[in-house]
């Protein structure tokens, strides 16, 4: 794959731990059979889409000679059907991803994973796209397999801020509706809502037969609950805040949030959907590589 200029949620020293690593899919995928994913289908039919650049690393056979002698550049034929896995990132920009404790936020954590998984589906001729979500749908980049849709999508994620509040069911029955043919669906949320409309809403892709990850975003504080002395909270999309002495808190609280948690895990592990609830005090390049070495032993 071409050289990628400089972006800050691209980090080409922490990607180097993904370099021989591959995003497999789990099940059935709709597109070209080659390689890395099963498809459904036994025969398949490619339309043609447009040229572009050749890059070191290209089948050699897809170059047309023919467009040579007249531009003295080498140009590859892009087929519409030319991959074999849409990846679909759905990003949650709403308010309390805002939150950090630490040296990131959860947005900004939640943008290196994105920012990671672009770049290896892109590096594996798979497409990839990005999709921006509070309480609807801020932003949608349709999934495509090239250079170019890689670099738009880090100019992007450049961009994002926490915005609104959250509404993650509508937003996802909306991204049900709209994606007609069947993919991976990577969902980076710290999940603030209703368990059982998100959970339902996890349904609605799975009915439409879409392989769905779950990378459930919570702050190291959020999960130790490390407060101490008379603290006032204030909610990020509501902006309300309350004073309260932590202590008096901290065993309801982490029951709450274990109970939460748990919802999730039991109900995505019911529907055949892959959970994991992530730290971000741990590095985003140590976590996806123990996660990419994990799935690829479990096929």
């Known amino acids: 794959m071409a050289k990628i200029e400089a972006y800050k949620y691209f980090d080409p020293r922490s990607l180097k731990r993904l370099k ?6 789990r ?4 597109g070209f059979i080659s390689g890395l994913h099963r498809s459904p289908h036994k025969g398949f039919s490619v339309e043609f889409a447009e040229y572009r650049k050749y890059v070191v690393g290209d089948d050699i056979r897809r170059i047309d000679w023919k467009v040579y ?50 770049y290896l589906m892109t590096k594996q001729r798979d497409a990839v796209g990005l999709v921006l979500f509070s309480d609807g749908i801020e932003l949608f980049i349709p999934p495509k397999s090239s250079p170019l849709r890689l670099r738009q999508i880090l100019v992007e994620l450049e961009k994002v801020r926490p915005t609104r509040k959250t509404s993650v069911a509508s937003a996802f029955h909306a991204m049900a509706a709209r994606i007609k043919r069947r993919g991976l669906i990577l969902i980076l949320s710290d999940l603030y809502d209703d368990p059982e409309t998100v959970l339902r809403a996890f349904q609605h892709f799975r009915h ?6 779950v990378f459930h975003l919570l702050d190291h504080a959020e999960i130790e609950f490390p407060f101490d ?3 006032s909270f204030r909610d990020m999309e509501t902006r309300d805040s309350v004073q309260v002495y932590p202590r008096y808190l901290r065993n309801e609280y982490k029951k709450k949030l274990e109970n939460f948690i ?12 892959e959970y994991l609830q992530i730290d971000t005090a741990t590095p985003y390049d140590t976590l996806l590589a123990s996660y990419l070495a994990k799935r690829s032993r479990l096929g």
């Open 229 to 231: 002395g008379l603290v």
């Open 69 to 118: 002698p007249k531009t003295h550049k080498l140009y590859v034929k892009e087929y519409q059907e030319e991959t074999n896995l849409r990846c679909y990132i759905l990003l949650d920009v709403s308010a309390s991803m805002g939150y950090g404790s630490g040296g990131l936020t959860k947005l900004e954590y939640a943008s290196y994973l994105a920012g990671a998984v672009a």
């Open 208 to 213: 439409r037969r879409h392989e769905v990850l």
């Open 262 to 273: 748990r919802t999730y895990q039991k109900r995505c592990s019911d529907s055949d959907i």
């Open 27 to 30: 099940f059935l995928v709709e």
């Open 20 to 25: 021989n690593m591959t995003f497999v899919a």
